[in-house]
């Protein structure tokens, strides 16, 4: 554990804070698993695996309005369904619902293996490759990209809008607005070039045929599921796959027991999104007094469920700091666990398996390039291929 003293008002789990948040966490646990944060207009934070899930159970004290994202995602409007509390969320979800069942994702198997094999192959030519911009990146773009209907051509300007919305939003919010704001008039005029087209099987096509409580959506509710969606689908399983890059290129022993048994990679994934968690937290706002952990936390007060610190506590999960490939009973809080738990998780597990699968079959056994490479985010991953 690195030698340094955390101030509870200073905690954050955005941006260079995620460098030493494992170390964060464990110095948190012990002096207050309640804590509260000066950052981002204050906030309290529940760091027990246990407080988080009863939080998640409990939606009518912890409501996800105004939002969940904090600092916002480059927008005000409340994104659909991430952003809506019951009653009106139920009808909301269900809209997404076919587009995600374990059947519908099995159907994308083919293509999802085509994509991470002919993206493998380019970062197997090379000697030090960025494999975060070869890999991790294009897969979930064009694997989403393709199921919601978002043209081919238009796909190299979504990994731009993405850092400045998600990665500059805490130091540079003007930036994440103006991307966000740009983002908008791309999902207009998506939608408006769709109208009177012959009917095509996407996540378009589902949303402007849906209805909830017996009417058509309205054309700015279109706008913030495809907000919404973009910047969910996307840059959380980008994140997933260069993460578990990240980690095996540090771990030969993985390397090779995962290599020579393919079977044991849907364990491995599960582990890595457990430990390196591409989603660090979301936000509530509370909606009565109440007490979690013995701490008082007043109506409208925001409180972060910091699902990375859950995932690593020691009263869940023997070793919890150890990343165990093969660790049995990994139950994690990676997609959340109450009403708004992810509903791309079936789509985005997968596509971080077949990742794995393609990537380790074609690619000759790889290391770090460069120390002291963050284990977070999207940005280069330097490898080293061949031995
Ligand atoms: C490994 C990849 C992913 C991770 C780790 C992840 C994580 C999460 C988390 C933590 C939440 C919030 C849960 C809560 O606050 O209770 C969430 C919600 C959501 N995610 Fe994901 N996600 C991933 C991939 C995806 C993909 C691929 C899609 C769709 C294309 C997606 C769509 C959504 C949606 C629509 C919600 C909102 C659900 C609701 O409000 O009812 N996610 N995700």
């Given at each position: 554990?690195?030698?340094?003293?955390?101030?509870?008002?200073?905690?954050?789990?955005?941006?260079?804070?995620?460098?030493?948040?494992?170390?964060?966490?464990?110095e948190l646990r012990g002096k207050c698993p309640v804590g509260h944060s000066e950052k981002h207009g204050g906030f309290w934070f529940l760091t027990r695996n246990e407080d988080i899930?009863?939080?998640?159970?409990?939606?009518?004290?912890f409501a996800v309005s105004p939002s969940m994202l904090m600092p916002a995602f480059g927008t005000d409007v409340p994104l659909i369904p991430i952003d809506i509390d019951p009653p009106e969320h139920t009808d909301y979800r269900r809209v997404l619902l076919p587009l995600f069942?374990?059947?519908?994702?099995?159907?994308?198997?083919?293509?999802?293996?085509?994509?991470?094999?002919?993206?493998?192959?380019?970062?197997?030519?090379?000697?030090?490759?960025?494999?975060?911009?070869?890999?991790?990146?294009?897969?979930?773009?064009?694997?989403?990209?393709?199921?919601?209907?978002?043209?081919?051509?238009?796909?190299?300007?979504?990994?731009?809008?993405?850092?400045?919305?998600?990665?500059?939003?805490?130091?540079?919010?003007?930036?994440?607005?103006?991307?966000g704001s740009e983002?908008?008039?791309?999902?207009?005029?998506?939608?408006?070039?769709?109208?009177?087209?012959?009917?095509?099987?996407?996540?378009?096509?589902?949303?402007?045929?849906?209805?909830?409580?017996g009417r058509k959506l309205t054309h700015d509710e279109l706008l913030s599921y495809c907000y919404l969606l973009f910047l969910a689908g996307l840059d959380t399983t980008a994140w997933a796959i260069r993460s578990s890059l990240w980690y095996l290129a540090q771990n030969p022993v993985a390397q090779k027991q995962l290599r020579e048994d393919r079977t044991l990679i849907p364990a491995a994934v599960e582990e890595f999104l457990r430990t390196l968690s591409p989603?660090?937290?979301?936000?509530?706002?509370?909606?009565?007094?109440?007490?979690?952990?013995?701490?008082?936390?007043?109506?409208?007060?925001?409180?972060?469920?910091?699902?990375?610190?859950?995932?690593?506590?020691?009263?869940?999960?023997?070793?919890?700091?150890?990343?165990?490939?093969d660790?049995?009973?990994?139950?994690?809080?990676?997609?959340?666990?109450g009403i708004h738990r992810c509903l791309g998780s079936n789509l985005g597990r997968?596509?971080?398996?077949?990742?794995?699968e393609e990537f380790l079959g074609v690619v000759d056994e790889f290391s770090l390039a460069e120390q002291d490479q963050a284990w977070h985010g999207v940005g280069p991953l330097m490898l080293k291929i061949g031995g």
């Open positions: 554990m690195m030698d340094k003293i955390v101030d509870p008002k200073d905690f954050d789990y955005h941006g260079p804070a995620l460098d030493t948040v494992f170390e964060t966490y464990q899930f009863a939080a998640e159970q409990d939606p009518a004290t069942t374990p059947r519908a994702v099995a159907k994308l198997n083919d293509g999802m293996h085509e994509t991470a094999r002919k993206l493998a192959e380019a970062v197997a030519e090379g000697e030090v490759v960025d494999a975060s911009a070869l890999f991790a990146r294009p897969m979930p773009t064009i694997i989403f990209s393709r199921l919601a209907g978002f043209p081919e051509k238009d796909w190299p300007m979504f990994d731009q809008w993405i850092d400045d919305i998600i990665y500059e939003r805490t130091d540079n919010p003007e930036r994440a607005y103006k991307a983002v908008m008039d791309y999902f207009d005029e998506l939608l408006k070039s769709r109208e009177g087209m012959p009917k095509q099987d996407d996540l378009i096509e589902i949303l402007t045929t849906a209805e909830v409580n989603v660090q937290g979301m936000a509530r706002t509370c909606q009565k007094d109440t007490v979690v952990s013995g701490q008082e936390i007043k109506e409208g007060d925001r409180v972060v469920l910091v699902f990375g610190a859950g995932n690593r506590d020691p009263e869940a999960y023997t070793d919890p700091d150890e990343i165990l490939i660790r049995p009973n990994n139950r994690h809080l990676a997609f959340g666990a997968q596509e971080v398996v077949v990742a794995l």
